[in-house]
């Protein structure tokens, strides 16, 4: 037998339609209410455990409050004790309507091995409607977020099974290599990147493989020199053109076999612009 009767206000505002209308709102990030009904204290530990760095609920939207007019969501733990029940229905009323109710460990979902105690009005629902029950004496800080989170739909958008059984290979940078070997490309980039970050880096990269293909031959040493050299005079910044150089002497001749003459003088009164 319920000894509280929800007000007709409270149960309007919280039928199916409106409750589900509120998980939309809170999928992201939902606000929670601890009430401790008089709990042993066990189910406080399994909770406090759970909002630590360790678990890190806040990943998936879960934060505690410390005031019901803040919350979308009441955590009650414990059996409901005579001392208890006032308080319990003063934070159910000042909670925003429309509200989810949860009964946490096993005295907030049937009242526990204290059901029958003359102290105590048995579980949660006894008293207030209740929405989602994550049973265990305690939870564990995993089932207390797996609860939360499954029954808000917030585990489905945040988790998906990802199988890498037969996973292939990498993805290269480059769909065919200018010099017929696609690491050339890989080292060019990631050396251009340090040179001058990433996104100017970008840009030396893409520079160079241009002069470079401007050879007519990428597999002849002078003609490359020659055309990356045309490239850094031609080139306004200064910055760019010495850069060049560098990919040339660092990173083409480590594919391409040349001599000590191949190499680009980083001299700039040399490459100079004439």
């Not at 409106?18 to 008089?38: M, N, P, Q």
């Not at 001749?253 to 003459?261: A, L, M, N």
């Not at 001299?267 to 004439?274: A, D, F, L, S, T």
Request: net charge negative; charged share 25%.
């Amino acid at each position: 037998m319920k000894t509280y009767e929800v007000p007709s206000a409270i149960a309007l505002a919280n039928n199916l339609e409106e409750k589900l209308e509120l998980l939309k709102h809170i999928g992201r990030s939902f606000s929670v209410f601890r009430i401790d009904c008089g709990s042993c204290n066990g189910c406080e530990i399994e909770i406090f455990a759970a909002i630590t760095p360790l678990w890190d609920p806040e990943r998936f939207g879960f934060k505690l409050v410390a005031n019901p007019r803040h919350a979308d969501i009441l955590l009650c733990t414990g059996p409901v004790t005579r001392q208890m029940y006032y308080p319990l229905l003063r934070a159910y009323e000042a909670a925003p309507d429309p509200k989810i109710v949860v009964a946490l460990g096993a005295c907030g979902s049937t009242g526990g091995i204290f059901y029958d105690a003359y102290s105590v009005l048995s579980g949660i629902d006894k008293i207030i409607p209740v929405d989602v029950y994550i049973p265990g004496c305690p939870p564990h800080p995993a089932s207390i977020i797996y609860g939360l989170t499954t029954a808000l739909g917030v585990m489905d958008q945040r988790l998906q099974k990802v199988s890498f059984e037969e996973e292939g290979e990498m993805p290269s940078l480059v769909e065919t290599s200018v010099i017929g070997n696609t690491l050339f490309e890989r080292d060019l980039l990631v050396h251009a990147k340090r040179l001058m970050s990433y996104v100017f880096g970008r840009k030396l990269f893409d520079k160079y493989l241009d002069a470079l293909l401007k050879s007519g031959d990428v597999k002849n040493p002078k003609a490359t020199k020659r055309s990356i050299t045309e490239a850094m005079q031609a080139e306004d910044d200064p910055r760019y053109a010495e850069c060049m150089g560098i990919l040339h002497n660092e990173v083409y001749t480590q594919y391409v076999p040349c001599d000590e003459e191949d190499h680009i003088s980083l001299h700039r009164v040399e490459w100079g612009p004439k």
